[in-house]
């Protein structure tokens, strides 16, 4: 735990001095840019630190078959996720070290979510404190393929707040080479384009409630549709919740958000489609209160969370606005404390990273 905490406070003040040598922009709803070297060394440390490792979660795995399966053209086939072996396969041609192909995923998973916040959060550095201590930091390195699919769609935000479905729609059968669950992208992308807190919004919330309530029921007429598919092997597994904690973690950001709807439209116009996406983060967290599995869906969705945290701030008096930046410190960093330590008790390991 001692590399992530160092991981922790370095991006943190680095990223923090990145928005006090700040550049004034007047493009957009962020008016600052933060500092582009700090911004690259806060880049630096997160994907080093990503990329070097050589546990937690299936990375093993991932490295036990890159050692062990070369893979040619002739086996992959381009069918369903082969834009993951495609890459993996020219990664064998550099290096049949496992570590490459780790540090070259931390490399674009994370570099693509440190751009998208670099442009659009209000306050880049409380994005990336956000970004760490909520767990999405951790995700990516358990269920790489997933999470790596969920950055490129989130690299693709431009398009989905300027309504470029097209573009959009490339981008997610792009990442659905890397992992198909991408695709439900694909209607979501209809749903969250319209405005937020409507009759659509209390059905989604209403359908959420209703399929917690009835889990036991719904999950078997879900996992027969899929019973044929890769998929299936998600039936037998451990059937155990996630931690409501994650709801209300989740469900603060939305639900500040609807209290302060009106003000958040007129300093962010296009915030409706990311208080849409956090909605949809929440109401599969809260399913995922039933059957974990559903929580990974929060790879695609959680993201925007770092979007909407910093622009929450805003949306109380100035002088509450400093009260509330610290209580998210502290709050996101007890959570942190809970998970990786109490919880999960997340022990980092790397050949190249020692203390």
């Not at 919740?241 to 939305?254: I, T």
Request: hydrophobic share 55%; aromatic share 18%.
């Amino acid at each position: 735990m001692f590399v992530l905490w160092m991981t922790l406070s370095s991006a943190y003040v680095c990223s923090l001095l990145s928005r006090y040598l700040a550049r004034p922009t007047a493009i957009g709803p962020i008016y600052i840019q933060p500092n582009k070297f700090l911004v690259f060394v806060v880049g630096a440390i997160i994907v080093l630190v990503a990329g070097l490792r050589n546990n937690i979660g299936d990375t093993f795995f991932y490295m036990h078959s890159y050692a062990l399966t070369p893979l040619k053209l002739e086996d992959i086939g381009f069918k369903a996720e082969f834009g993951f072996n495609l890459i993996q396969m020219f990664l064998q041609q550099i290096t049949n070290n496992p570590q490459f192909l780790i540090f070259i995923v931390a490399l674009i998973t994370n570099v693509l979510i440190i751009r998208v916040l670099y442009k659009y959060a209000m306050m880049f550095e409380l994005s990336v404190y956000v970004y760490i201590t909520s767990g999405l930091f951790l995700m990516s390195m358990n269920g790489i393929r997933q999470f790596m699919a969920a950055a490129i769609v989130f690299a693709a935000t431009k398009y989905l707040l300027d309504g470029s479905w097209k573009k959009y729609m490339v981008i997610i059968l792009i990442a659905s080479t890397i992992h198909q669950s991408a695709l439900i992208l694909i209607p979501i992308y209809f749903i969250v384009r319209r405005r937020a807190w409507t009759h659509q919004t209390f059905i989604l919330v209403s359908f959420a409630i209703i399929f917690v309530a009835g889990f036991a029921q719904l999950s078997e007429v879900l996992f027969t549709v899929i019973k044929d598919t890769k998929y299936s092997e998600y039936q037998d597994l451990e059937k155990n919740g996630a931690n409501f904690l994650r709801v209300v973690v989740n469900a603060v950001p939305v639900v500040i958000a609807y209290i302060g709807r009106e003000k958040l439209r007129q300093l962010f116009p296009k915030s409706d489609y990311v208080v849409n996406m956090c909605l949809i983060n929440l109401i599969f967290m809260f399913i995922a209160t039933q059957q974990w599995i559903f929580a990974r869906f929060s790879f695609y969705f959680g993201l925007y969370n770092l979007i909407l945290i910093p622009w929450v701030i805003k949306l109380f008096v100035p002088q509450e606005r400093k009260f509330i930046y610290y209580a998210i410190l502290v709050c996101y960093f007890i959570y942190f404390y809970y998970e990786n330590v109490i919880s999960l008790n997340i022990i980092y390991k790397s050949d190249f990273i020692r203390f």
